[in-house]
């Protein structure tokens, strides 16, 4: 079979001598001529070299084109989604209010955060709820407490014969006296949580006792009796404001409190004015636990202004402060704590002082007021502030 298909290919083929020779040689005896399996494995081999590495290349670049597609599918649901949110916040806030619906957001926050297991997740979502950029104290914020000083000094001297002063913006007075005086407001109507504002002055001791007390905290806490630690966990190096984890005891049988909050305090020579600032934030270091009831929502802001300068005797201040201690008090219990508390509390203050200038005229250097970076003048303003405290 094999010489009858020699025979007929190479009488088809033309009688030229190469022709001749180049048939002879590939169908000479002994050697099988080219089959279909031999085109098969041919075709392979060069699949496997070449074709397969085109087909790789090929995949890989269709998987990117799918992955991006995806992530844009993804980007596109993710803002269609917060937008709704978005929508649904505002709607919430035009029904409830500002203060409602932060609150429910830091309450809902704070569940999370207390019954999660997963102690990288808790750490990840505490640090989205805290930024310095968002959470910290501005120049602008101190620029709202000492204009607020200034109206309420100015009403102040303006009282009426009575001696009654009238803030507008629906504060109520709850104490007049020549030293002191005290007013309130809910802070949404027909609550029983208030806003207090104090203003009071001291003739018989210097400004910067006062302002010291606030602080120092190591010395705080050796008058404050209530307290039981309070530390500083964190610093903002450019703006020098901190945030203080403070706890403190509550009348038996009620859990201690825990307040965790961000403060800045601040001398302005140039309007001869000093500013202490805090408010409640959330921080990664500090997660909620049950231990302690965390207060979530508080502010104070003091604002101190000499009658002369920060070291001779006598200044006046103002005290703007609002806590919600989680606790259901009637409302008998917040009017007595509003006319005996605040009265008790300035008094311990005023004795605070007074032992911080008799300590400061021994040489007593007040702590946290060296290291602090507003002393440096790193706050990003023109501001003139003071070298020592």
């Known amino acids: ?27 000479q005896p002994g050697i099988r001529p080219p089959s279909f399996c031999d085109g ?60 409602m619906v932060s609150k429910f957001i830091d309450n809902f926050a704070g569940l999370v955060l207390q019954n999660c297991r997963n102690k990288p997740f808790c750490v990840l979502l505490s640090a989205c709820l805290f930024s310095w950029q968002k959470d910290n104290i501005t120049n602008e ?39 002191l005086k005290v007013w309130r407001k809910p802070i949404v109507e027909n ?8 203003y009071g002055s001291f003739d018989d001791i210097p400004a910067r006792a006062f302002y010291n007390i606030q602080i120092d905290l190591e010395f705080w806490q050796s008058w404050e009796k209530m307290a039981l630690d309070i530390n500083i966990i964190d610093k903002h190096k450019e703006t020098g404001s901190e945030i203080v984890h403070w706890l403190t005891k509550f009348p038996y049988p009620m859990y201690s409190r ?71 008090f009637p409302s008998f219990c917040y009017n007595w704590l509003a006319s005996s508390g605040v009265p008790e509390f300035v008094n311990n203050l005023h004795k605070a002082a007074k032992a911080m200038d008799e300590k400061m005229k021994k040489g007593y250097r007040p702590k946290c007021v060296a290291n602090s970076p507003d002393k440096k003048n790193l706050n990003n303003d023109n501001t003139p502030v003071s070298n020592y405290a």
């Not at 803002?79 to 035009?94: G, K, P, S, V």
């Not at 609550?191 to 104090?198: A, P």
């Open 1 to 27: 079979m094999f010489s009858r298909i020699v025979q007929l290919n190479y009488r088809h083929l033309n009688r030229g001598p190469v022709q001749k020779a180049l048939f002879l040689k590939i169908h």
């Open 258 to 328: 825990e307040y965790l909050y961000v403060r800045r305090y601040k001398e302005y020579n140039d309007r001869n004015v000093m500013v202490v600032s805090g408010k409640a934030i959330e921080h990664p270091d500090i997660p909620i636990t049950d231990q302690y009831v965390r207060v979530k929502e508080y502010v104070s802001q003091f604002v101190i202004k000499p009658h002369t300068n920060f070291d001779d005797n006598g200044f006046d201040y103002i005290l703007t402060y609002f806590d919600d201690p989680q606790s259901a």
């Open 141 to 179: 914020d101190f620029e709202r407490c000492i204009d607020d000083m200034e109206s309420v000094s100015e009403i102040v001297s303006h009282a009426n014969a009575n001696g009654y002063s009238t803030l507008p913006g629906g504060w109520e007075s709850i104490i007049n006296k020549p030293h």
């Open 40 to 99: 098969i494995m041919t075709g392979t081999r060069n699949f496997s070299s070449g074709r397969l590495k085109n087909w790789s290349s090929d995949i890989k670049n269709n998987i990117k084109e799918l992955c991006k597609l995806f992530s844009a599918y993804c980007h596109v649901v993710m803002a269609q989604r917060i937008q709704r949110l978005q929508q649904a916040l505002t709607f919430y806030r035009y029904l409830y209010g500002e203060r």
């Open 191 to 198: 609550s029983h949580l208030y806003e207090y504002r104090v």
